[in-house]
């Protein structure tokens, strides 16, 4: 009894150690599972920021750039503002982080760069997206794929650049060009978006600033502002401005989005950065083919350092006008859009240095959209048709481009929203409804410059869209020899042009030309033209050739139809006297072959002196006899 007792006290004994142990132990499993269940506080939210659309290649192609802070970030877009029935799209995404360049700037804290494509978009529709990390979402953006309309409208505007702040007045010249026209298509900014493009702090000023950048498309390339860190250094590439925009990707290895072309509607645009010099030859092998390969009623570049210059810029002028000028001109160029010089000015049309509204080229220069204005330099001002000096004015500014079928229209306004100037050019690749081949023909005439002895072909039937190429070739006939000319070329089918250059063509000089056309078909028509300003050279050559009577050459002369040869000396002859040629050779009218005329000499026959002495002896006796017989004769009659 007391044993079961005593093993009965035990084992209760034991039982409690086992509850303490238990106990214990779900004690600390239901502590490790309150500490790893989900916390119902709100996780660390992602940064998004610095969100900017810009057009694909085409106007239905859609490109999205943005940074977050962590990875895992995408974007969902709809044709309805509350993004119901959304569509996903995951960017490409790479880490991006640079040490502070300046000890007044932050560095660039790591995040990551995302890069969406939106393709197969419907034209003429207007989209909304926002970007999305976790429970973090963006504001709602939009764009548009075109609007639906023979018209299309633009901001443009450069040099923005204000520093680290003061961006809100970009923002306000943003505010006075919707005002004007509040369809706007998009944003084009020829470069120096940023003042450092090394310092983040000025990015996040234009993106924090800019609201405009949630309404519109942005268009812009790298200026040399992009390219500097400090005041004193700049980086070999557009490395950090890529960071910031998704331009369309098809452009050439080193200029991977910061030099593209895009098309909307009917013009083409082509986006240059040509800061460093050290691609030109890129740059021009890519743009030509271009431009060869993409059709368009308007041919708009957006540069940051232009061809021509108002200020001290006029070294970067040279060089952009040594790479570019000829193709601009070469392809009919309708309009340069450049900054660079903080001075708005406008040229004329020109072509090879001067006014040409068919052929030339406008070039524009953009004032400053911040708060930089520069002088202008009247010593590089007398090609300009306008030039607007900030510095007098002290308003930042923009401009609208208005496109149509017919024509170009530029509005330039200060931030008053003063019009500052305006002008338009004309639609010159305009397709006619209906090729008249002989209208052409008809029409076609070379016209002479007499002044500068130069001749121009002109025609007034239309031929865009039905004329690849007009050339001209043939000789030139003076005095002194005949040879080719230089043979006169243009690609009619990027331009609805109506005149084309030959080159020289002097008053002593006759000239026989051939005009080559050649149809988009790949057929050709031909037309001859004689331009002739020295008849005498039309005069025929003839061949007068001057012998002995044995055949013996003795000159050969070519003399002109109308004109004279000139014989040569007389030949001589034993016995004979020269006396004269056998045909007349003045007013030669045809080849002659003349000959000399002689006549003998007279000559007396040789006597002695004593046959001369008998000879006169016989004369005298026989003049006695007769004169004796007369007059006996005579005598005789008397008497009788």
């Known amino acids: 009894m007391f044993t079961n007792i005593l093993f009965c006290g035990k084992l209760i004994i034991e039982v409690n150690k086992m509850k303490k142990f238990l106990t214990f132990i779900t004690i600390l499993t239901f502590s490790f599972l309150i500490i790893n269940i989900p916390s119902n506080a709100a996780p660390v939210a992602a940064s998004i920021k610095n969100i900017v659309s810009s057009y694909g290649e085409t106007m239905g192609d859609i490109g999205v750039n943005w940074h977050c802070s962590v990875d895992g970030s995408y974007l969902v877009y709809s044709k309805n503002s509350s993004l119901t029935k959304s569509t996903k799209v995951v960017p490409e995404s790479h880490t991006f982080q640079r040490d502070a360049q300046g000890s007044d700037y932050p560095e660039f804290k790591e995040r990551y760069v995302c890069k969406a494509e939106i393709t197969g978009l419907d034209l003429y529709t207007t989209y909304y997206y926002q970007i999305c990390c976790g429970s973090t979402k963006s504001e709602v953006y939009t764009f ?30 943003m505010n006075r060009l919707f005002k004007n ?38 268009m812009t390339t790298a200026g040399n502002h992009e390219y500097y860190t400090t005041a004193s250094s700049s980086y070999d590439s557009p490395y950090i401005y890529n960071q910031y925009f998704n331009n369309p990707n098809n452009s050439f290895t080193g200029r991977i989005n910061s030099t ?70 070469n392809y009919s160029v309708d309009l340069v859009l450049s900054g660079h010089e903080h001075v708005f000015s406008v040229t004329s049309t020109v072509y090879q240095g001067k006014k040409n509204p068919e052929l030339g080229t406008t070039y524009v220069v953009g004032a400053a959209s911040g708060n930089k204005m520069y002088k ?10 306008f030039i607007y000096d900030q510095t007098n004015y002290s308003c930042y500014s923009g401009s609208i481009i208005e496109v149509d079928d017919e024509k170009l229209t530029l509005k330039y306004y200060n931030v008053k929203n003063e019009l500052v100037y305006s002008f338009s050019l004309p639609n010159r690749r305009k397709v006619t409804e209906k090729f008249e081949e002989q209208k052409l023909l008809d029409t076609m005439q070379i016209v002479r410059d007499a002044e500068n002895e130069t001749v121009t072909l002109t025609w007034d039937a239309g031929t865009y869209g039905h004329v690849d ?39 002593d000089t006759n000239y026989y030309y051939t005009v080559i056309i050649t149809k988009v078909d790949g057929t050709q028509i031909t037309k001859d033209f004689e331009f002739i300003n020295n008849p005498e050279l039309l005069k025929k050559e003839y061949e007068v050739v001057f012998k002995d009577e044995n055949g013996n050459i003795l000159k050969t002369e070519t003399v002109k139809e109308g004109e004279s040869a000139t014989a040569p000396t007389a030949p001589t002859k034993e016995g004979y006297n020269f006396i004269g040629w056998d045909k007349e050779f003045t007013n030669i009218t045809d080849n002659l072959e003349i000959k000399p005329l002689y006549e ?13 002495c008998k000879k006169d002896l016989v004369y005298l006796v026989s003049s006695f006899i007769a004169l004796t017989s007369v007059s006996f004769v005579i005598l005789r009659k008397k008497n009788n």
Not at 281 to 294: D, P, S, Y
Not at 476 to 489: C, G, Q, T
């Open 600 to 612: 003998a000499i007279a000559v007396d026959d040789p006597v002695d002196d004593k046959k001369g």
């Open 260 to 329: 593209y072309y895009f098309k909307y509607n009917n013009i083409l645009f082509i986006m240059l950065d040509t800061i460093k010099p050290d691609m030109m030859a890129e740059h021009r092998e890519w743009l030509v083919n271009v431009l060869e390969n993409n059709t368009a009623d308007y041919i708009i570049v957006g540069m940051h350092c232009g061809l021509t210059s108002t200020g001290e810029y006029i070294s970067d002028a040279k060089t952009q006008s040594a790479a570019f000028l000829d193709i601009f001109e």
């Open 469 to 507: 190429n007009i050339k001209v070739t043939g000789k030139e006939v003076n005095l002194f020899n005949e040879r080719p000319i230089k043979e006169a070329s243009r690609v009619i089918s990027l331009a609805n042009i109506n005149s084309l250059y030959i080159g020289a063509n002097y008053s």
């Open 144 to 173: 548009n794929t075109g609007v639906d309309s023979k018209v299309t409208k633009f901001a443009w505007m450069s040099d923005t650049q204000t520093g680290a702040t003061n961006y809100s007045m970009v923002q306000a010249v």
């Open 181 to 218: 026209e509040s369809d706007l298509a998009f944003c084009l900014i020829t470069g120096d978006v940023t003042d450092r493009g090394g310092q983040e702090a000025q990015w996040n000023g234009f993106f924090g600033d800019v609201t405009s950048l949630n309404k519109i498309p942005f």
């Open 376 to 385: 202008a330099q009247s010593i590089h001002s007398k090609d300009k048709d």
